[in-house]
């Protein structure tokens, strides 16, 4: 269980999110340019609570964080901190149900979007299963939740090896103190097509207020 866990915390077995129908008062454009980086949310580090979006997920798995990740990042990140946790729905008895895994570097974030960036790429590229290919099908796209002020970029990515074709939605973000990746369980058979990004991209924008611990300046 926690070996699978870890794998979608890295981005490696996990779930993105596809689909462009979602909920109303979202807008979403490229994001791939300086122009686009999130708004700053002030000096904060990153906890991991014991459950996330408003209760209704429980953490499953709180393995230590890969420090490796912040030594990778030190050309964007100064003073780089992991953190990682995964979530299961609340009541939950089964280890093969939905999984949210939270992924994240805190510390000083020199370039947001370049550091996410950066960031998905070394997610994307950790995998313990060889010969993995990963191809990003859809985004990623820039999602303002409704109710928020601070995007979030959705992608949908193919993976596939000698064990078959998985689908992994997710979302991050970047801002002056952090870069976090939010992902759902993987999708061995469901079309892309029917990912609602949106959806995802909203509960990404509440997990990010749960997560977030200001520290002073």
Not at 32 to 37: I, T
Not at 158 to 178: I, K, L, N, Y
Request: hydrophobic fraction near 40%; charged fraction near 20%; proline fraction near 8%.
């Amino acid at each position: 269980m926690k070996r699978y866990l870890k794998l979608a915390a890295a981005a490696m077995v996990t779930a993105a999110m596809a689909g462009c129908g979602g909920s109303g008062g979202s807008v979403s454009s490229p994001m791939n340019g300086p122009g686009q980086a999130p708004v700053p949310a002030g000096p904060y580090r990153l906890e991991m609570p014991k459950e996330v979006l408003k209760g209704t997920y429980k953490e499953s798995d709180h393995s230590a964080p890969d420090q490796n990740i912040p030594v990778m990042l030190s050309g964007q990140i100064e003073h780089g901190v992991s953190a990682f946790a995964a979530y299961q729905p609340t009541g939950s008895t089964s280890d093969t149900g939905p999984v949210l895994a939270v992924t994240g570097v805190y510390g000083t974030v020199l370039n947001p979007v370049t550091a996410r960036d950066e960031f998905l790429k070394i997610l994307d590229r950790r995998t313990s299963v060889p010969d993995r290919r990963s191809t990003v099908i859809t985004g990623p796209r820039a999602i303002i939740p409704q109710g928020s002020s601070e995007p979030v970029s959705c992608r949908v990515v193919r993976r596939a090896d000698q064990f078959g074709t998985v689908w992994e939605p997710d979302c991050a973000w970047a801002d002056g103190s952090a870069v976090v990746h939010v992902s759902h369980t993987v999708y061995f058979e469901k079309p892309s097509a029917d990912f609602d990004l949106e959806a995802l991209a909203a509960k990404t924008a509440i997990i990010r207020n749960e997560v977030r611990v200001a520290v002073a300046p």
